[in-house]
């Protein structure tokens, strides 16, 4: 059970230096008030966490922190990350003993610009383990693959040991543990007693009360078990956080590359002297700059309580600004782009910003999977269609389509077939379909994917939440 726990608990800090680095790359030096509030959260509510540094690879630039970093600390954190092969660095913490540093390089490529390092408590990523390792019969060891003792006692009991690798790709650290065994240990003196006691009570009472302590032990259970949701649901909110902050880099990435590709025709125009021209280049990056605008802004109030905002919109409308968008794109790639939408107005309730970043997400990833494909003409074809209280737009290619042993995971975190691809996509798609009360789904065909995205109307929607 202690080895479970200790695993699991080190498999999230994984997590934890994605969601960091991400926040440092898509900030590019000027949004450390976000990095901080990303690390001041984690470290708040996983208490073993104790530090997060982001140390510039450039030794004149300013370090980034939870804490004050000694130049030392400093200096081996950034020799650690520029040696990095792309995994994560293991080292002992040479202010604390009790302690261990994960470095890892951001981002993670031969270009990295900082060297991200996450200190953990190895004292408490052991804690907790229950009452039974409290006691005085019982020690553990903990210590880095390379021999360093982590947590060493004076002597670990020899009558029953255990030595076993965490199972953490990234933090195989060894778990050695011991316990003496007595005869009080087989018939603990106390708790023998207070069996003996309730067992005599217990037939003295009656039928009477044994109800009575069954009703006062199910009250206890769910007062513990109400205090337990509490917690997880917090934590519910931080992992939801990491998802997001890993995923922001993907998702800002779209409205930039727009944001450049009109500066860059809008300096044409200029040069031609097409100025007509030019106002409406200017109001598209407008456009853009405020739609990256409002990705960050739900990034950063995405651990808040808050409802969704919800209005009426025309999906036609956000379907056509995919279009607009990945046109040119298409193009350069030799692919028919068509989206055939109704005449008349397809009213649905939602962020318009958001269901216009699914579709965004599945077209793409529609033009991605025809790259280097041999066969047929590529093509991806985008329908909207309206059936009774739900709106259907199917996203179409034929390309090589879906492989079968994939199909289980496809809407799982981090789970990519591309290399450089964060595997966030259809995960957030499907996260931002659910919450206005939609589905995403694959459809099984023979050729190519097809991706179907159900909506409720604005009517059906509306009535649903009064």
């Known amino acids: 059970m202690l080895h479970g726990l200790a695993s699991q608990r080190a498999d999230q800090h994984d997590a934890h230096l994605t969601a960091l680095s991400a926040v440092a790359v898509a900030s590019e030096g000027r949004r450390h008030d976000l990095f901080l ?8 509510f996983y208490p073993r966490i104790d ?6 690879l450039d030794p004149e630039t300013e370090t980034i922190g939870t804490g004050p970093l000694d130049a030392a600390t400093a200096k081996r954190i950034r020799a650690a990350a520029k040696a990095s092969d792309g995994r ?6 040479p202010q604390r003993p009790d302690h261990y540093m994960m470095v890892k390089r951001s981002p993670n490529t031969n270009e990295a610009r900082y060297g991200l390092m996450l200190a953990i408590d190895a004292g408490k990523l052991i804690g907790d383990g229950g009452p039974f390792w409290s006691r005085s019969s019982t020690a553990g060891r903990l210590s880095l693959p390379d021999g360093h003792n982590l947590l ?8 029953i040991r255990f030595s076993r690798p965490l199972s953490s790709a990234s933090q195989p650290l060894l778990l050695e543990t011991g316990m003496d065994i007595g005869l009080s240990d087989m018939f603990p003196p106390l708790q023998t007693g207070l069996t003996f006691v309730a067992l005599t009570l217990a037939y003295l009472a009656g039928l009477a009360a044994l109800r009575q302590r069954a009703r006062t032990r199910a009250a206890e259970q769910q007062a ?3 205090a337990l949701d509490s917690r997880l649901s917090h934590a519910s909110r931080v992992n939801a956080l990491g998802e997001m902050a890993s995923g922001m880099a993907h998702e800002l990435n779209q409205p930039l590359t727009a944001i450049l590709a009109q500066a860059q ?3 044409r125009l200029l040069n031609q002297g097409n100025h007509a021209a030019l106002a409406s280049v200017l109001d598209d990056t407008v456009s853009q700059a405020r739609r990256a605008s409002g990705i960050l802004e739900r990034f950063r109030n995405w651990s808040q309580p808050n409802a ?7 999906l036609r409308r956000a379907l056509g600004n995919v279009e607009a968008l990945l046109e040119q794109d298409a193009r350069s790639r030799s692919i028919l782009l068509e989206f055939h939408l109704p005449e008349t107005p397809v009213i649905v309730t939602g962020d318009p910003v958001e269901i216009e970043q699914v579709a965004f997400n599945l077209v793409r990833n529609a033009m991605e999977a025809l790259d280097g494909h041999a066969g047929e003409a590529p093509g991806v074809v985008v329908t909207l269609r309206q059936e009774d209280s739900m709106v259907v737009f199917d996203v179409v290619d034929n390309g090589p389509g879906i492989p079968e042993a994939l199909r289980p995971r496809l809407f799982t975190p981090f789970m990519t077939t591309r290399a450089g691809g964060t595997g966030l996509g259809l995960a957030l798609s499907q996260r931002l379909v659910e919450r206005v009360g939609g589905e995403i789904t694959l459809v099984a065909g023979d050729e190519g994917a097809t991706f179907r995205v159900t909506l409720p109307k ?3 929607r509306l009535e649903e939440t009064q």
Do not use: K, M, Y
């Open 88 to 93: 994560i660095a293991l080292l002992p913490h």
């Open 224 to 226: 513990r078990l109400s």
């Open 265 to 267: 025709a809008g300096r």
């Open 37 to 44: 509030d990303v690390a001041r959260t984690i470290t708040r």
């Open 51 to 56: 530090e997060v540094q982001l140390v510039s």
């Open 458 to 460: 604005a009517r059906a």
């Open 152 to 159: 060493q006692p004076a002597t670990l009991p020899n009558a």
């Open 308 to 314: 969704v905002p919800v209005s009426a919109f025309d």
